[in-house]
């Protein structure tokens, strides 16, 4: 496969990646972003509507379009139920963290949990797990429209990961938070534009928008509502409701991009307004590129061109059906390309705005040297932290294309980790009982096992089989391309037959849906916490901590602590400095001076006893 660009498609391609650059070049040279707090906060004054669209934009990348096509390709539309999650998840994700996060201010997401369990341990864990998690996950964002472009016009991969590996690192660095939002807003425009081409061009070439969904029923491409409870099943609709969603919570709740956008704002109000608006606009854009799958199957539903062998992957049938039907039409092919890379863009600009964010918050601020640097002089280190992340992520783009179809390596990488990191910012804000004990040993435990069961689902677990596919409506013109079509129909032969095979005992684990990594993630930090906490003995929330927990959660516990019972004695002072009391029990006494701070009525914990202002003391 292979086809070429018109002058117009390069315009409208690197006229994207041009615009993109451009504007970080306004925000560096000509709005001066110079300091930390305007390159990774934004000067903490952004706007609601930019930011819900960089909150859009970060989470949906080229992957989205090339791997949401794919999979209803070849595994039908179950997956599309995922649209719904986020008008709940992200509101609740919203109603959990941001209360307490935001009002911290802060530019690394993991300052909190060092302050919340008053451990550096904890934060440099969750740091160096946040900092692998997105490495690895720009790295397969790099190579999905890089094998895209490859798949059009033979562009060799390798140049095309460095380009926009380069490209992002470059206005990134230079142009801070502020280029990336405003970039992402550019992008996700240029996303819709290519996703739209697709559907209604496709939409046409098959008789009608609803007739494409006649057809791919007719093919089982269109499923819902599978309610079956089984973990071992790659897509159900619970696997979908439970696990993606909890995928939902950790990324709009307390992801470092997230954090880092919602603490960018100037009010708690405007934070939480951003974060409502995201949520239809997720949904809105994986509709589009749910209906682009279904769209581009039509096409193909009886002359499938993987069968043909014109391509090898799943995920390359978006970059076919444009190449065939819409390269016809002068731009068109370069839009979509330049879809693609808005969608990498995006992503990796939001990625290494973050890892620049969190290196320097919980790295190199530890630093004597640094830290008495000036603010410009910060600045110019975190731009260079920036780009050499740009550079690391190059190298693993290289290597993203020996983990699979793009989807399922995104949501993998993701999964393994955003479940521990959900569930230690779940202890620290829900559950005031926790200690650093619990946290440290719940997130090592729930990585070791999220980390083994998904990468050991990769290299172990059964492959995927595609629903069949069809080539009984080929025309001659087309099957005469074909090198050798008896070998053609022994392949859909074997496909149609193919079942897989059983994996019994242990090696079953390796089985479970990864959409269910976060939640088994999740589950076993909250777990593994909680009780790991109590058995070393838990924490007691005190004042100062209170603003480390849900406001919510202070006001239940101090709703239930209530006014302490036990037995009261009312002992007069001996003099003007000095009182003494027993407690119900006649146990030894004790004495207080009235130059103490006052309780105002309130009681005041001394030792085993709670103190109030008259001199009424109770035994806890």
């Known amino acids: 496969m292979g086809g070429h660009f018109t002058i117009m498609d390069y315009v409208v391609f690197l006229g994207t990646i041009g615009i993109s650059i451009l504007i970080g070049v306004y925000y560096a040279f000509v709005k001066k972003q110079t300091t930390n707090a305007d390159l990774l906060v934004g000067g903490r004054s952004m706007p609601i509507i930019p930011t819900s669209l960089s909150l859009l934009a970060t989470y949906m990348s080229a992957i989205l379009v090339l791997g949401f096509a794919g999979e209803i390709y070849a595994h039908g539309s179950l997956i599309a139920e995922m649209v719904l999650g986020p008008f709940i998840y992200i509101p609740v994700g919203g109603a959990i963290f941001l209360p307490t996060l935001y009002g911290l201010k802060l530019t690394s997401a993991y300052e909190y949990l060092g302050q919340r369990f008053k451990s550096e341990t904890i934060r440099l864990l969750a740091t160096s797990t946040f900092i692998a998690q997105i490495v690895l996950y720009m790295g397969v964002v790099l190579y999905a429209p890089s094998l895209a472009l490859n798949a059009v016009v033979d562009f060799p991969i390798w140049i095309s990961v460095i380009a926009v590996g380069g490209s992002a690192a470059l206005y990134t660095s230079i142009g801070g938070l502020k280029a990336v939002v405003w970039t992402d807003c550019f992008q996700i425009m240029m996303m819709f534009s290519g996703m739209l ?152 600009s939001s990625g290494l705005n973050s890892l620049a964010a969190v290196t320097w918050q919980d790295f190199f601020t530890k630093i004597r040297y640094f830290r008495d640097l000036s603010d410009k002089e910060q600045g110019r280190v975190t731009k260079g932290i920036g780009f050499a992340y740009g550079f690391l992520i190059i190298g693993f783009g290289f290597a993203a294309g020996s983990l699979g179809g793009v989807l399922k390596a995104a949501l993998v990488v993701n999964g393994t980790v955003a479940g521990p990191l959900l569930g230690v910012f779940l202890l620290g804000v829900l559950l005031p009982f926790v200690n650093s004990k619990g946290a440290i040993s719940g997130m090592l435990i729930a990585h070791a096992i999220s980390l083994t069961i998904g990468f050991g689902g990769l290299a172990f677990g059964e492959p995927d089989l595609p629903l069949p596919f069809s080539i009984d409506s080929c025309s001659n013109e087309t099957l005469s391309k074909v090198f050798n079509i008896t070998a053609v129909y022994e392949k859909q032969f074997k496909a149609l037959h193919a079942k897989p095979v059983p994996v019994e005992g242990f090696m079953k684990i390796f089985n479970i849906s990864y959409l269910l990594y976060p939640l088994v993630g999740t589950f076993i930090t909250v777990f593994v916490g909680s009780v790991v906490s109590l058995l070393t003995g838990p924490s007691e929330m005190t004042k100062d901590d209170e603003k480390y927990i849900h406001p919510l959660m202070v006001k239940i516990i101090k709703k239930f602590r209530g006014k302490p019972t036990g037995s009261t004695v009312h002992v007069p002072p001996r003099n003007d400095h000095e009182m003494s009391w027993q407690n119900g029990n006649g146990a030894s006494a004790r004495s207080w001076t009235n130059d103490a701070p006052r309780s105002n009525g309130k009681p005041i914990r001394i030792g085993g006893q709670t103190m109030y202002d008259n001199a009424a003391f109770q035994d806890t």
């Not at 992801?255 to 949520?279: D, G, I, N, P």
């Not at 994986?286 to 062998?309: H, K, Q």
């Not at 978006?318 to 890379?341: D, H, K, N, Q, R």
């Open 197 to 348: 081409a697709i559907i209604i061009q496709g939409s046409i070439n098959a008789g009608g928008f609803f007739n494409t969904f006649a057809i791919a029923s007719n093919y089982s491409r269109i499923e819902f509502l599978n309610l079956e409870v089984d973990p071992f099943v790659r897509h159900t609709s619970l696997n979908i409701f439970f696990g993606q969603g909890v995928f939902w919570l950790s990324s709009y709740g307390c992801h470092q991009t997230t954090v880092q956008r919602y603490c960018s704002m100037s009010s708690l109000k405007k934070a939480f307004q951003a974060l409502l608006l995201t949520a239809p606009l997720v949904s809105f854009t994986m509709s589009l590129a749910v209906l682009v799958g279904i769209v581009i199957f039509a096409n193909y539903a009886g002359c499938d061109p993987i069968t043909l062998g014109f391509i090898t992957k799943k995920d390359q049938i978006a970059p076919y059906f444009v190449l065939e039907f819409l390269s016809p039409t002068t731009g068109l092919m370069g839009l979509f390309i330049a879809c693609l890379y808005s969608g990498a863009l995006s992503t990796v």
